[in-house]
């Protein structure tokens, strides 16, 4: 089993369908947690309850993204979100996926936490980079 970071293949064939937006008052995206036994990548489709954590304060299918509106800087356009955090939760976590829960769980990214990273009834907060052209969790050059 393996979890990969990557941007899901399916995802960026849905950009050129409009199947995503990330616009403010567009779709509502979440990000669920993943064990080591998950096997997520780029052929990754959709949310899927296989390999998921569970535990304390950490709910099935994750909790919902506050999105960072979609810009550009030069010839690249990006789109964030802001920090997640499962409170006082006691979960181990492998990875993560984003997915849209607006339009039937479809999957965008899947990342690798690079090894286990657990929280014993503390914050458990997935950070995420600076919404920039270099640095943006989604990003199209």
Do not use: W
């Not at 995206?29 to 304060?57: E, V």
């Not at 993560?96 to 936490?113: E, H, L, P, Q, R």
């Amino acid at each position: 089993m393996a979890i990969s970071s990557t941007l899901t293949t399916s995802f960026k064939k849905e950009l050129l369908t409009a199947t995503h937006n990330f616009a403010t008052n567009g779709n509502a995206f979440k990000l669920a947690l993943y064990t080591s036994s998950a096997t997520l990548g780029a052929t990754t489709t959709a949310f899927t309850t296989t390999g998921q954590s569970s535990g304390t304060n950490y709910t099935s299918g994750g909790s919902a993204l506050t999105k960072v509106a979609p810009t550009s800087s030069g010839t690249t356009g990006f789109t964030d979100f802001a920090n997640l955090t499962f409170s006082t939760a006691t979960v181990t976590a492998r990875g993560c996926m984003i997915y849209n829960d607006t339009n039937g769980d479809k999957s965008v990214a899947t990342i690798d936490f690079g090894g286990d990273k657990t929280s014993t009834a503390g914050d458990f907060t997935i950070v995420f980079p600076a919404a920039a052209a270099s640095t943006a969790i989604i990003r199209i050059a």
